[in-house]
């Protein structure tokens, strides 16, 4: 197979810069527009016009996850947002299970980074994060062979000590910490629990931090719980699609990626002041 070039993405640490290095990085997953063109069996909406739009927007990069069942994304939307991502120069960040078969298409496509997330086909969305310490071998090589093939590698886990410091001894890069249950507190108003779950959050981050982990946040995140996550100062990058989407629906996805990095660079601006 032909080696693909790459473009040039500057990186210095193992952090990606761009325009907004100083504050917290957007990742868009646009999943959920494919989610509505399969309700259909039809071919449009197209994953690929949403991730045009998200990065003319301002997004820093574009997240999708193929599933084993296929269920939104599919092979030929990895293709073209492939494509797409190396044309502009933006990073693609690809969530997977831990199987073969998603090592291998991985492998095959090249994204900038591959995110190993937990997958159950009976669940509506991830449920919590990857069990890093009880999968560490196949988690292990998984992220040996997406290493050596050029991806930066992302476990998608709970901001639990355990966690944290597997992932740092198997070679991950980078971890994502798994925001939705304090999304779900916080919107349920259960302010002590929210608070607990955030503390959990804050502290995960520091010691993921100070292993030499980079620190990205998802899950859940909408436009009244994005400060508090992004506040952290830890925390690299955030990936958020089901409220973008669910939102664009209303007001456009320009306008609903606009009003969530305004609020993401606020709670940087906070932090600083």
């Known amino acids: 197979m032909t080696a693909r070039i790459r473009p040039p993405i500057a990186i210095e640490g193992g952090k990606i810069l761009s325009e907004h290095q100083t504050n917290v990085r957007l990742g868009v997953n646009i999943d959920h527009v494919a989610t509505i063109r399969n309700a259909r069996g039809s ?9 045009e739009l998200a990065l003319a ?35 693609l960040n690809f969530e997977m299970a831990v199987t073969d078969e998603m090592v291998g ?36 090589a998984a992220t040996a062979r997406l290493r050596h093939a050029g991806s930066r590698v992302s476990l998608f886990i709970d901001a639990e000590a355990g966690q944290i410091e ?8 980078v971890i994502e910490l798994h925001t939705g249950a304090y999304c779900d507190a916080a919107r349920a108003g259960e302010v002590d ?8 959050l804050q502290d995960g981050a520091d010691l993921a931090a100070n292993l030499g982990l980079e ?16 506040a952290i100062p830890q925390i690299a990058e955030l990936n958020i699609g089901h409220f973008l ?29």
Request: charged share 25%.
């Open 166 to 173: 597997a992932s740092h001894r198997l070679g991950a890069q």
């Open 105 to 140: 298409i991985a492998l095959q496509a090249r994204p900038h980074a591959a995110c190993l997330v937990p997958e159950r086909r009976e669940e509506v969305t991830t449920e919590g994060g990857l069990d890093v310490v009880r999968g560490y071998d196949a988690i292990a």
């Open 193 to 200: 629990r929210a608070a607990a779950i955030l503390r959990r």
């Open 43 to 51: 071919s449009y909406p197209e994953p690929v016009r949403a991730a």
């Open 57 to 91: 927007a301002g997004a820093d990069g574009i997240t999708a996850h193929l599933r084993e069942d296929r269920r939104h994304i599919s092979d030929a939307d990895i293709a073209v947002l492939t494509d797409l991502c190396l044309k502009r120069g933006k990073p």
């Open 245 to 273: 989407i669910g939102e664009a629906i209303f007001v456009g996805l320009p306008e609903a990626i606009h009003r969530m990095r305004a609020l993401m660079e606020a709670a940087r601006a906070e932090l600083a002041a």
């Open 215 to 230: 620190v990205h946040a998802g899950h859940g995140i909408d436009y009244a719980t994005v400060k508090p996550i992004a």
